[in-house]
């Protein structure tokens, strides 16, 4: 009896330490190095977002209108727009890009046998950045506030093709590419720091200056990089896919400018991401491990659109950009339609 009463005492103890063991490991692998971002990835198969089915008709706003504490000094958005949140009736910044390296990439499918225009990826008002499309050719820009305000782009000399998926990815790089083999030329560009560097499945197709020649009052005389806010110091952008900016313009495209596209996988880096990374991931969704994933503190923005349904397209990067899908020409019109299985991998 007391081998038995001397077992069970063993297997309690053995069976407590084993369990203080796990909550153990569980809390170091838990808070590692820095502070850990909850992230969800929300997958209900594989999907894109088809901005060519919107409406023609009225004007944009930005779906959860009564979100806004002060309506007048915070953007409304179109096609899809992130929400920033919150503090003492304030908008807060979404995505900091300020005196940073960045990349914007994603899959597009033009749609239109005519002239492609409008906004893939943009942040900006008198100031900031975008990767759009012009006359069916990627480019990137970005926007310095002065007296007007100076654009400075790179873009790609080869047409998006009609009903085929392209990956573009438009990168701020401050690093000089001067003896890269092979780098596109600029004017010199490639050899300053920063400056646009402008791929196109992968493959590094243009560069551009961030400064210089744009006639703009005063004259932009070095490199720059792309504000955070425009000139008033409240960095009340927000992050608009799919159209230009509410209220602004780029290259003579405006928020009427309707994206003829489908659009898939997007992603905002506070990095600039070299030509071999975006080779690697740019085929596969980022995962919550391994080489192509979320677990990255430069990862600012993930939507990979596979929601299939509703107006919300989710934020995977762990910083809460959730967006609001309403159409980009239909008044107060939260649009629900433009799922498409129609994937590009």
Not at 115 to 141: E, H, M, T
Not at 150 to 160: G, Q
């Amino acid at each position: 009896m007391k081998i038995i009463k001397l077992a069970k005492r063993m297997y309690a103890l053995f069976l407590v330490s084993g369990i203080l063991l796990l909550c153990t490991g569980f809390i170091f692998i838990s808070c590692g190095k820095g502070p850990q971002t909850k992230v969800q990835l929300i997958d209900a198969g594989d999907f894109a977002l088809d901005f060519s089915k919107t409406p023609e008709e009225g004007e944009a706003y930005i779906a959860n209108q009564n979100l806004f504490r002060r309506a007048q000094n915070c953007p409304r958005g179109l096609g899809i727009s992130a929400i920033p949140p919150f503090d003492v009736g304030e908008c807060t910044r979404t995505v900091d890009p300020n005196v940073k390296e960045f990349t914007v990439e994603g899959w597009i499918k033009r749609k239109t046998s005519g002239a492609l225009n409008g906004g893939i990826l943009s942040r900006f008002d008198v100031g900031g950045l975008s990767l759009y499309v012009k006359n069916n050719k990627p480019k990137l820009a970005i926007l310095i506030p002065v007296t007007g305000t100076a654009t400075f782009t790179a873009a790609s000399a080869d047409d998006l093709q009609v009903d085929n998926w392209t990956h573009v990815a438009g990168v701020l790089v401050n690093e000089n590419h001067g003896a890269v083999v092979g780098h596109p030329a600029c004017s010199g560009g490639q050899s300053e720091t920063p400056h646009l560097d402008l791929y196109v499945d992968g493959v590094l197709k243009s560069c551009g200056r961030t400064w210089g020649g744009s006639g703009s009052n005063p004259e932009i005389t070095a490199p720059q990089f792309a504000p955070d806010d425009g000139g008033d110091g409240q960095g009340y952008m927000q992050i608009y896919m799919g159209a230009i900016p509410f209220q602004f313009s780029i290259d003579g495209l405006d928020d009427q400018t309707k994206l003829e596209a489908v659009l898939d996988d997007i992603r905002f880096w506070t990095v600039a991401r070299t030509q071999a990374e975006i080779q690697q991931c740019m085929n596969t969704k980022l995962t919550l491990s391994g080489t192509c994933t979320t677990n990255d503190a430069n990862l600012k923005g993930y939507w990979a659109f596979n929601e299939g349904t509703g107006s919300t397209a989710n934020d995977s990067s762990g910083q809460n950009n959730a967006s609001s899908i309403v159409s980009p020409h239909g008044e107060n019109t939260i649009f629900t339609g433009a799922w498409v299985t129609d994937t590009p991998f």
